[in-house]
Structure formats: structure tokens, C-alpha cells
């Protein structure tokens, strides 16, 4: 049976079965790929940087790749290029790059014409991976004209041990596609609804460690945390503000869960919602003037939105008996839909009607945008095993973020990095 955020709120306590170790990359498996979007073609670069430029515009569902071995004998940055062979890759670009000691120089090449369209210079930086993501940002903005959101950070929770109290909660932070994972809390009580401050600078989360929830936030580069919130009763959901400056989250200190808004630089709460139904998983939109959440107030679960300074809330969703946990990117929302009995990631516009089913498991739950809105990560099972999928929007891409030590859930996708 499927315990979705909105109860695990109430209960208190997250029943895992977990086992192994988390410590390495998370591995990422191919599960669907697009054969719609652009041809592209990434040719090999000393170093492997086109793998990882390749699996980033693979995973957007923008693109249909074509293997970097047809443009082997292509590869040398700056050469002249037989026009009658570019044709024949069967693609409608080519990527040529060079490793330098400043950093990565890249090339756009249109087959069509045989013309350089972009070129760019990404500098070296500490972790050399973040070079080739920042490549296939440029590359995804030159030919998608939008924003690319591949050099970017994932938040997520961990757990090992089967028995209750041998249990290990870590929350992680790696690069966008798994890699670079760094523990920034170990504890041996649950921890869960991590969520990212505007800057990605800090997360806030929600932990048990005093044996009761309470929501911390913490610097992660530092370490640094402090409690914000161990009122009474559920301590839940943190949605932090576009601005940095608030916590949208849901409590219980007057009975049943409500939604409130509170202020990180006094501490002072503001109570949203009053009803007699379960209010909960707030998220805020992009502007930072409405927060969206879940609540069963009609009966059963459906999203809601309410301004942030309070007043009355209006219904968002109407298709379907089951909409929870929203995340909201612009005009999108991600959320969860119950269909035909399983629980799966729907992708909707903002102020119409209808959704797009991009995923297919049977208990899929924590959808996170990217923060262009282009792709979402969420917790899925696999045999048995948590795992993390990342999903295009149009549901063309899909790939899993796999642990093959241990089960992963809990993710959250980081704002742009600055």
C-alpha cells in the first residue's frame, strides 16, 4: 500500500525495509530514451566528456542521440568538415570538443549547412564534471531556447539496516545525474521532505532525532543547522519561499494539520488554512505569491492553491480521485495521480485542465521539478527498492537513479547554481 507524504505527515514514523550501503555514485540505467527531439551527435573528447554531455541531452527528452562512434573520424576540434559526410551521420548537429588546461573548448556544428553555429569556453572547475554538464547547458539553451539545468544538485535520503534499530538515515547531496554524493547528516532517526533554500546553499528537512518531528535547516557546505520548528504535534512538509526569507509547512499545534507560513528571520508564524481536513505539503510558486498543497477536504486528496498571505483556497485539480504533492516550476505542476490503482507522476499546466501520466510504477511519489522544468526526479520501487527515476516532462526520456547497496528516496532537485 502506497504511504504517500500526506499520511506519512500524520503516522510520524516511515516504515522501510531497507538494506546495504549507500556510499557510492548512485548508477545511472537508461530505461527509455527519445526518438523524437533533435538528431544530435556528440563526438568523442579526450577525457570522456561527451558521455556525460550525451547522457545530459539524452535524459531531457529534447533530443534523439546518435552514436558519438559515427563522428569518430570528425572529432578534431576546428577541422574542416567533408560536407557530403555530415550528411551521412544522420543527425542535424554535431558536437566537437577539446580539453585545454583553461577547461573545455566546445563546438555547435549544423550538418545542413557544415557551419559552426556556437562555440564556448568552460573553465575548470573543482569537480571536473561540472565541466561537461555546464557544456550541455549551453548546448540545451542554444537549440531549445531554454535555460539548461543539467549542472544542477540533487538532495535525497538514504537509508540502511533492516531492523528498527539498526537503522541509518543520511541525507545526500549530489550532482544532478548521482554522482559526487556527500553525506551532510547521519542520524538514527528518520529524515525525510528535504527542500532547497533559493541559492542552494542550505536545506531544510525534517527530522526525528529528538524523538519527535522537528524541522531543521542547514548550510551544506558548512554543516551548520538550526531547528526552526518543534511546535506540538506534526512538524511537516518544509517548502522553503522563492525570496529565502520563509518556510510554507504544515502543522498540527491546533489539531489537526494546517498550512503555515514562517518567518526565518524572526521566527514568527502565519497560519494559512482553517479546516477541518488534512492540510499539508505545501510548495510555493515561482512568483512567490501562491503556495499550492494537499488537502482532502473535499473527501479525498487534490491540490489546492491559497495565496501567501492567507484567504480562501481554491481547488487546482479536478481529474482523477487521488492528486497529491505537488512541486511547481512556472506554469508547471508535478504532482501525483492515482490511475488505475497505482500511484504515478503527472505533469499539468497551471490553470487548465488535464495532465500528462509521465511515469509508469506503481508507487512513484516525491516529484521534483528541475528547475527549468524540463525533467523530474521522484522515488519509485524497483523489485522491492526504493530508487530515484528521472523523467523528461513530455515523458519521452527516462532513466533511474539506482543505489545497488541500498534503497534511495526523499529527492529534491536544487535550484540553479550561483
Sequence with gaps: MKINKLFRSLILLLVLSMVGSAWADLEL????????????????????AHAIIEADLNRSGRFKIVSSKRATNMATFGAKLDPARLKMLGAAFLVRGRRTQAGLDVELISTATGRRDASYRIANQPNPRRVAHQAADRIFEQLIKVKGAFDTRLAYVTVTGRAAGNRVYRLYV???????????????????????SYDGSQVAYVSFERGTPAVYVQNIYSG?????????????????????????????VDGNPEIYVLSLHNGAFKRLTNSRAIDTEPNWTQDGRSIIFTSDRGGRPQLYE???????????????SYNSSADVKGDKIAFIRRVSGAFRVAVKDRGRRGANIVSDGRLDESPSFAPNATMVVYATQNNGRGTLSVVSDNGYARQELFSPAGEVREPAWSPYLR
Design 174 to 196: 549530489s550532482d544532478a545525474d548521482g554522482y559526487n554524493p556527500r553525506v551532510i547528516l547521519t542520524s538514527h532517526k528518520p529524515v525525510m521532505s528535504p527542500s532547497w
Design 306 to 320: 491559497i495565496s501567501a498571505n492567507g484567504g480562501g483556497a481554491k481547488r487546482v485539480t479536478y481529474d482523477g
Design 29 to 48: 540505467r537508461i530505461s527509455k530514451t527519445s526518438n523524437r527531439g533533435i538528431p544530435i551527435v556528440i563526438a568523442p573528447i579526450d577525457g570522456g
Design 224 to 252: 551548520q543547522k538550526r531547528m526552526v520548528s518543534a511546535r506540538k504535534g506534526i512538524n511537516g512538509a518544509p517548502s522553503w519561499s522563492p525570496d529565502g526569507k520563509k518556510l510554507a509547512l504544515s502543522l498540527s
